[in-house]
């Protein structure tokens, strides 16, 4: 089981930056492939952004250029650098830890989530 907390959310201007941290409970942090979801109101959630064990990055198109995923796995911390905020960037960001393991059967996939922290971008 891991713990993931996040940090770093709140009120921006648009225009503005915010970095968000997602602390990991476990000192085995390097076998996870992290990302970052949001959910807006009314809305379904959505990957952001997502770093595997071997540091390959992804986004989603409306972030690229824009959002920057990084991992520091001595501090069991993966961060979200969020520029150029826009409003329609306003949600509720969740970390996630998925780790992936071969049962000898089939593949497995165990999710883990944060609590989730605001991020509000409004003038």
């Known amino acids: 089981q891991v713990q993931l907390v996040e940090s770093g959310g709140g009120l921006v201007q648009p225009g503005g930056s915010l970095r968000l941290s997602c602390v990991g409970s476990?000192?085995?942090?390097?076998?996870?492939?992290m990302g970052w979801y949001r959910q807006a109101p009314g809305k379904q959630r959505e990957l952001v952004a997502h770093i595997t064990t071997s540091y390959i990055t992804n986004y989603t198109d409306s972030v690229k250029g824009r959002f920057t995923i990084s991992r520091d796995n001595a501090k069991n911390t993966v961060y979200l650098q969020m520029n150029s905020l826009k409003p329609e960037d306003t949600a509720v960001y969740y970390c996630?830890?998925?780790?992936?393991?071969?049962?000898?059967?089939?593949?497995?996939?165990?999710?883990?989530w944060g609590q989730g922290t605001q991020v509000t971008v409004s003038s």
């Open positions: 476990k000192s085995i942090f390097s076998i996870y492939a």
């Open positions: 996630n830890a998925r780790l992936t393991y071969w049962t000898g059967t089939y593949v497995q996939e165990n999710d883990y």
